[in-house]
């Protein structure tokens, strides 16, 4: 089994700037992919952003420019840094791990961007 643990969520203003991590453990294997959804009110859940293995990297149009993934194998830790955040980015972040055909998903962390 996988365990995800997330943090860095919290209330900011439009245009602000946070920082999500996520840290794995349990049973993680060398080859894996990393990477974040989110979910707003009364939406589906969405891709926000993935890293592979080997550091490819792939965004939501929405987020392009804006957010950056990124991650540390020796820590087996993903981040997502976000900055001139928007309103519509508001939700619930999810981190994801998939690894030998298992998605993995931890528990969220509700991000809101609000004046």
């Known amino acids: 089994q996988v365990q995800l643990v997330e943090s860095g969520g919290g209330l900011v203003q439009p245009g602000g700037s946070l920082r999500l991590s996520c840290a794995a453990s349990?049973?993680?294997?060398?080859?894996?992919?990393m990477g974040w959804y989110r979910q707003a009110p009364g939406k589906q859940r969405e891709l926000v952003a993935v890293i592979t293995n080997i550091v490819n990297t792939n965004y939501a149009d929405s987020v392009k420019g804006r957010f950056t993934i990124s991650r540390d194998n020796a820590k087996r830790t993903v981040y997502l840094q976000m900055n001139s955040l928007k309103p519509e980015d508001t939700g619930v972040y999810y981190c994801n791990l998939f690894q030998s055909e298992y998605n993995y998903w931890g528990q969220g962390t509700q991000v809101t961007v609000s004046s």
């Open positions: 349990g049973s993680v294997f060398k080859i894996y992919t």
